[in-house]
């Protein structure tokens, strides 16, 4: 099976899972039926066209099912346990279309090199890189992941790239693995962080809040998460007194680019002229 046809396969059998367990959290009460109905809508959009661009490759023979004896009925599914407030944000994430630029990371093509977020350096997280992430494609970065599951600091350049090209859907289970499984709270709440802003970016106000002051209280100095919080304060939860002094706090970070002093002041200079 090509590479490409391979992973066509892999998100379709994932989102068809996604549907199934969205259905029985529906059942459990775990989701309201407003979001099932988002989620379930966006599901079967991206599930319509991962169908369509499979119709472009052949079907190779080892992904046709086996046919059982008839004498053999088929093994029973097992039910797949209820998914944590994560794994719910996750389904929303993963189908997301790609919005027009994020609001703060500073403008990639301007040639200033600036940059908004926070790079962990090598040798921050455990375990060391193998290899320059710059030097290689997403493919073979996936390739090394995949083969090696928990140098975290690998996983996080290919995370921050997928991030950074507005690839939400392949960020998001890397973020996620790590905010799993990082054995440095730098590491989870650089992870959560940008989870969060995920989530603000398809209208998961709360929960992106909720991320984001969980990272600050697992790296009270991430300055990504800070700059994060008071974006979400201002536009996702619409408590405009309270982004003020976020904004304000956010302005006296380090590193940050013209562009996203810019929008900072124009934030402020809107909170502002909203308050009393």
């Given at each position: 099976m090509t590479s490409e046809r391979k992973r066509l396969v892999e998100r379709r059998d994932l989102v068809t899972r996604d549907l199934e367990e969205l259905a029985e959290q529906q059942d459990l009460g775990e989701v309201d039926p407003d979001t099932a109905a988002r989620l379930r809508a966006a599901y079967k959009t991206e599930l319509d066209s991962l169908e369509a661009s499979l119709a472009d490759?052949?079907?190779?023979?080892?992904?046709?099912?086996?046919?059982?004896p008839p004498d053999e009925a088929p093994a029973p599914t097992p039910a797949t346990p209820a998914r944590p407030v994560s794994q719910i944000?996750?389904?929303?994430?993963?189908?997301?279309?790609?919005?027009?630029?994020?609001?703060?990371?500073?403008?990639?093509?301007?040639?200033?090199?600036?940059?908004?977020?926070?790079?962990?350096?090598?040798?921050?997280?455990?375990?060391?890189?193998?290899?320059?992430?710059?030097?290689?494609?997403s493919e073979q970065?996936?390739?090394?992941?995949?083969?090696?599951?928990?140098?975290?600091?690998?996983?996080?350049?290919?995370?921050?790239?997928?991030?950074?090209?507005?690839?939400?859907?392949?960020?998001?289970?890397?973020?996620l693995y790590i905010a799993e499984n990082a054995g440095e709270a730098v590491d989870e709440a650089q992870a959560l962080a940008r989870i969060g802003?995920?989530?603000y970016r398809t209208g998961l106000h709360i929960e992106a809040d909720e991320y984001v002051r969980t990272s600050l209280e697992l790296d009270p100095g991430n300055a990504e998460a800070a700059?994060?919080?008071?974006?979400?304060?201002?536009?996702?939860?619409?408590?405009?007194?309270?982004?003020?002094?976020?904004?304000?706090?956010?302005l006296e970070l380090p590193n940050l680019s013209v562009?996203?002093?810019?929008?900072?002041?124009?934030?402020?200079?809107?909170?502002r002229g909203r308050t009393p």
């Open positions: 490759f052949p079907e190779e023979p080892d992904e046709r099912p086996a046919t059982p944000v996750k389904v929303s994430l993963v189908i997301v279309v790609v919005l027009t630029g994020a609001i703060f990371l500073a403008a990639r093509g301007d040639g200033s090199g600036d940059q908004t977020t926070v790079q962990s350096a090598p040798g921050e997280s455990p375990g060391e890189l193998t290899v320059d992430p710059n030097a290689v494609s970065l996936e390739a090394i992941v995949a083969a090696n599951p928990d140098i975290v600091g690998m996983r996080m350049a290919l995370a921050d790239r997928y991030f950074e090209d507005e690839d939400y859907g392949s960020a998001l289970d890397h973020y802003w995920m989530a700059l994060y919080r008071g974006f979400i304060t201002m536009y996702g939860l619409e408590d405009v007194e309270a982004a003020i002094p976020q904004l304000e706090d956010a562009n996203v002093v810019a929008q900072i002041n124009d934030a402020l200079e809107e909170a």
